[in-house]
């Protein structure tokens, strides 16, 4: 359930993604972003936090758009998110995301049928007795163009109910 989170994020960030077509045409073509994030995680459905985890920090996005020599593209996206949290027993936390997304594409914007392969690194760490939570993915889509998804062979470490970044 929570992995279809994981695809809408996903879509999210196409969305973002979309405006990438000028990026191809400029002497950089890397578009450079600070977002503030803010997430929320209850139990249920993470079995694995104690109380209600809600967290502030910030998200740094390196996005680049590549034209390849046969026509076709490739969209680079570097994401890190870092921060605190505190749960309402009072227990601190700091986390952080570091994801890497690639997407081999027929246009800038991408248009089915393209692929997505992506690793994720997530860690939200207690400062205190309340239990660390970490997730590692790896994530090999196909987007079809009748609109499903293909898992290629995606790899998921750890409870994926428990991903902060499936809040942002």
Not at 125 to 135: E, H, M, V, Y
Not at 152 to 166: A, K, R
């Amino acid at each position: 359930m929570k992995k279809q989170s994981r695809v809408a994020q996903t879509v999210m960030v196409f969305g973002l993604i979309s405006g990438l077509t000028p990026l191809v045409t400029r002497a950089d073509p890397a578009l450079t972003t600070r977002l503030p994030v803010h997430f929320v995680i209850s139990n249920p459905p993470c079995p694995s936090v104690p109380s209600t985890v809600t967290g502030n920090g910030q998200a740094h996005q390196v996005i680049r758009a590549t034209k390849n020599a046969d026509g076709t593209y490739e969209i680079d996206m570097v994401q890190i998110l870092q921060g605190t949290a505190t749960d309402s027993n009072g227990n601190n936390y700091v986390f952080h995301d570091i994801d890497h997304i690639v997407i081999d594409s027929n246009a800038p914007q991408p248009l089915p049928p393209y692929t997505l392969r992506a690793t994720g690194k997530i860690a939200l760490i207690s400062l205190g007795k309340a239990p660390n939570i970490k997730l590692k993915m790896l994530v090999n889509w196909q987007f079809n163009a009748d609109g499903t998804v293909t898992d290629l062979g995606s790899v998921y470490e750890g409870d994926i109910s428990c991903d902060p970044s499936t809040q942002l």
